[in-house]
């Protein structure tokens, strides 16, 4: 069943089109993460479809009916923010009974429920504690067990990670995979930190300044961006201005540098159209004197500009003929050296690792 689908959402503050033709669903049990920076859209989205703002046209389909007319309290939806929002005076088991009460629960199954929620955010033994005899960390497990605890059909999250350091922020996303698992339950989640979009989503909704940029898979959006706006903001990329030479199987182009490479094949581009040529920097290899050049489609000369060591990973700043910038990442490793400003450095990397994408805009599917 689709949970929720968005159907030609428009939604504006006074002259600020916050969303413009937004469609979109959630499908039963999916978590879907909806990515993109500050000012995107994304809270406006969440609020929509919770209930709490109305769209200025368009339709919200809440598990199969119009809800568009329907308040918040009657959708059947659980919402956990950023700033936990629990009730600073009563115990984290009152705070957790909170929904049921108001449900009219009785209190016998009350206590079993949330007996059983805090066992699942493993969190047995603090149910007379006050929320502020917590951490951050169990605060924000507490505001999923409160969420959880009525069976809601859908789960609202806005960038509920946010107030948390980032090793306790990487503990809790592999904790609410699980719950998810778990549960089974559909979640939509919001954030525009695109390592958690990449660690939690079954499939991520790509958000650029009030519309659906791309929507996929994790490997969707990271192999196959649509735009040069995607392939920044899903992992880092090369993108280097380009004319295109000669189609076929695959496809050539030209850099400003003058340089030839080869990119995979695709169906917009016409001989003699300027087009962005992509390729990650995990994919760019620095050839070394000891190096086979074997398999790289790829081979262009340049300048070292500089290397920098960032723990696990060494990235290469490289600068190509007429001034472009290619950075080349590898695996830091004993004897791996940086580069030395000037140096020259062949680079080389593979066909299928290049993408070819508009000068603007977006493939259209
Ligand atoms: N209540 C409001 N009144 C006026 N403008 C708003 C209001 N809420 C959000 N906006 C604007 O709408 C756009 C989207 O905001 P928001 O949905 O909060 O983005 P995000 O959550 O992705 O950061 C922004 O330009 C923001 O300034
Ligand atoms: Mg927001």
Redesign the pocket.
């Known amino acids: 069943m689709t949970m929720v689908r968005l159907e030609k959402v428009n939604k504006s503050?006074?002259n600020?089109v916050?969303l413009h033709q937004v469609d979109l669903s959630v499908e039963e049990g999916e978590f879907v993460t909806l990515l993109?920076p500050?000012?995107?859209?994304?809270?406006?989205m969440l609020n929509l479809i919770a209930g709490m703002i109305a769209p200025s046209s368009g339709r919200i389909h809440i598990a199969g009916k119009d809800a568009t007319d329907i308040p918040a309290n009657k959708r059947g939806l659980g919402m956990v923010f950023q700033n936990y929002a629990l009730m600073p005076h009563m115990t984290i088991f009152e705070n957790i009974a909170f929904p049921l009460r108001v449900r009219r629960m009785r209190s016998a199954e009350i206590k079993k429920k949330v007996s059983e929620v805090l066992d699942l955010v493993k969190l047995p033994h603090i149910a007379n504690r006050k929320p502020q005899e917590l951490s951050g960390g169990q605060q924000q497990r507490v505001s999923i067990a409160r969420c959880i605890v009525y069976n809601p059909s859908i789960i609202l999250m806005d960038e509920p990670m946010g107030a948390l350091d980032k090793k306790l922020r990487e503990q809790m996303q592999l904790e609410l995979k699980r719950i998810h698992t778990e549960l089974k339950i559909t979640m939509l989640y919001v954030t525009h930190d695109q390592e958690e979009a990449l660690t939690m989503s079954d499939r991520i909704i790509l958000l650029n300044d009030g519309e659906v940029e791309q929507m996929g898979s994790p490997e969707e959006l990271y192999f196959q961006p649509c735009s040069s706006f995607a392939a920044n903001f899903l992992g880092d990329s090369n993108l280097m201005e380009a004319t295109v030479k000669e189609m076929g199987k695959t496809l050539k182009v030209a850099l400003c540098s003058g340089d030839e490479i080869w990119t995979r094949p695709a169906a917009f581009a016409a001989p003699g159209q300027k087009v962005k040529a992509m390729v990650r920097p995990e994919n760019v290899n620095i050839l070394r004197p000891e190096q086979q050049a074997n398999g790289f489609d790829n081979r262009i000369k340049g300048t070292a500009i500089d290397s920098i060591i960032l723990g696990g990973v060494i990235k290469h700043y490289v600068r190509l003929e007429g001034n472009a910038t290619v950075v080349a990442q590898e695996l830091t490793r004993t004897g791996r050296r940086a580069l030395t400003p000037g140096e020259p450095v062949e680079l080389a990397w593979r066909q299928d690792d290049t993408l070819v994408l508009p000068l603007v805009g977006k493939v259209v599917a």
């Open positions: 503050y006074g600020v916050a993109g500050s000012g995107c859209g994304k809270t406006t």
